[in-house]
């Protein structure tokens, strides 16, 4: 009895000091694998130094890592191992799907989102596809602790013992403690990479930008050489066309003039409309050309902007229309307008045309013409609305190009210029021109001009 009695607190201190150890081990694999977590600057050197420590520090047989593959046969993929494993994971051929061989631990683990310790792997049934293997190797049980990213298994941290029963409560908790610290570390050496390849990415995409910036400002740099050498050229041509075209022309209308006043009275109905015809087209071309030379000017020729009074410029066109007015009896409302910063000459030459262009265009006994501006957030709108012979929709951006018209010289005289180089005035300062119409009722032209030239 005595000796019953001596030996139970000695079996009860071995089973303390033994518990004791297995705490302290834990402890100590915990503590050494949260500084490897901490350290660690890629994800496959934490995991294999975390093997690593487990197998030295806690003399575990064997330690390794799978990652859950979502493929057809849901395979569990080793990544790193550490310990005596004598080719055990290459013929182990891991499942985590509902079969034989996904009812080992591994699987079960990955399925319950928790851990599954298989304490005694040679009498374990669902250990039995991976049992002679072990027994070779000297494995007797087993503890995998799945690894979590919010909620979901993305892979298994596996030790193996070479003692049965290895894995009592206690070191469970805190194995399941490293495991989760596994895989904090795992996450945010992921995060981190990807924040890397993001910032390499964007360190990329700058110097790419960067290139195309230079490339296209060398770009720039030639189609500006190629723009001065197009506008000097055009200057010449301006200066032929000024010159040379028109004095031929001059010749041709003044010697045709001539032949009529002094030997009109010898033509015939059919010598005299020939003469006509000349005289006629001579004018015509001479209007062509300076229509075209205007045109062309718009950009080459213009002042710099200054602070211009539109009620002045529309006064100043009206004068020059002054002639047409009077003999259409054209009734014209002009709505007080700004003052901003333009070209006064330009603004002239513009609101003439789309004045000179509503009296033209108008069947009425009395043609009536308001003009309009309202201030916007970011612009001026001004309006010119007349009562004239409107014009199709399918037609309204045709009549801004130059030579579009829409009438025979015979119904309405013209070029097909004038509402092109309206255009060309408005974008030269930095605005846009459109028009809106009904047939038969009117058409209102509208363009733009925005406040920041008047902020430079």
């Given at each position: ?49 975390l093997c690593q420590l487990i197998t030295e ?18 395979t569990v993929q080793p990544v790193v191992w ?343 005035i408005v974008t030269r300062h930095g605005g ?25």
């Amino acid at each position: 009895m005595n000796d019953l009695q001596n030996k139970l607190p000695q079996d009860h201190c071995e089973d303390l000091k033994r518990d004791f150890q297995v705490v302290n081990r834990a402890l100590r694999v915990l503590s050494v694998c949260t500084q490897a977590v901490i350290r660690a600057t890629d994800e496959v050197t934490l995991l294999q130094t975390l093997c690593q420590l487990i197998t030295e520090e806690a003399a575990y047989r064997m330690a390794w890592v799978g990652y859950v593959c979502h493929d057809a046969d849901k395979t569990v993929q080793p990544v790193v191992w550490a310990g005596y494993e004598a080719e055990y994971l290459q013929t182990a051929n891991i499942s985590w799907a509902d079969t034989e061989r996904g009812q080992g631990p591994t699987g079960r683990a990955i399925r319950l989102r928790q851990p599954v310790a298989c304490q005694n792997m040679l009498e374990d049934p669902s250990f039995a596809p991976w049992r002679e293997a072990a027994r070779q190797r000297g494995y007797e049980s087993s503890l995998v602790l799945p690894l979590l990213d919010e909620g979901e298994v993305f892979g298994t941290l596996n030790i193996y013992s070479v003692e049965t029963n290895a894995f009592d409560f206690q070191e469970v908790e805190l194995l399941t403690e490293l495991a989760d610290s596994l895989s904090f570390g795992i996450l945010a050496l992921r995060a981190k990479q990807k924040r890397q390849q993001a910032e390499l990415r964007i360190l990329r995409l700058n110097e790419e930008l960067e290139q195309r910036v230079e490339e296209r400002t060398a770009e720039l740099t030639q189609a500006t050489e190629e723009l001065q050498r197009s506008n000097h050229e055009l200057e010449q041509f301006a200066y032929v066309a000024s010159h040379d075209l028109q004095e031929p022309l001059r010749a041709i209308a003044g010697y045709t003039q001539l032949l009529i006043s002094e030997y009109g009275d010898r033509f015939d109905d059919t010598a005299r409309s020939y003469a006509e015809v000349v005289s006629d087209g001579a004018k015509r071309m001479q209007q062509l050309i300076q229509d075209l030379l205007t045109y062309s000017r718009v950009g080459t020729r213009s002042q710099e902007l200054a602070l211009t009074e539109c009620n002045a410029v529309v006064q100043e066109a009206l004068r020059n229309l002054q002639v047409a007015i009077a003999q259409s009896h054209t009734v014209i409302i002009v709505d007080p307008l700004p003052t901003l910063k333009a070209d006064q000459n330009q603004l002239v030459q513009l609101f003439q045309n789309l004045i000179g262009n509503a009296i033209k265009f108008c069947k009425e006994d009395c043609p009536r013409i308001q003009i309009r501006a309202i201030q916007r957030e970011t612009d001026f709108l001004f309006q010119v609305e007349d009562n004239g012979i409107g014009i199709k929709p399918k037609y309204l951006d045709r009549i801004f190009e130059v030579f579009k018209r829409l009438h025979t010289r015979r119904e309405y005289p013209g070029t097909g210029i004038g509402l092109a180089i309206c255009k060309k005035i408005v974008t030269r300062h930095g605005g846009q021109m459109w028009a809106e119409s009904i047939p038969g009722i009117g058409s209102t032209f509208c363009f733009t001009i925005p406040h920041h030239l008047n902020e430079q």
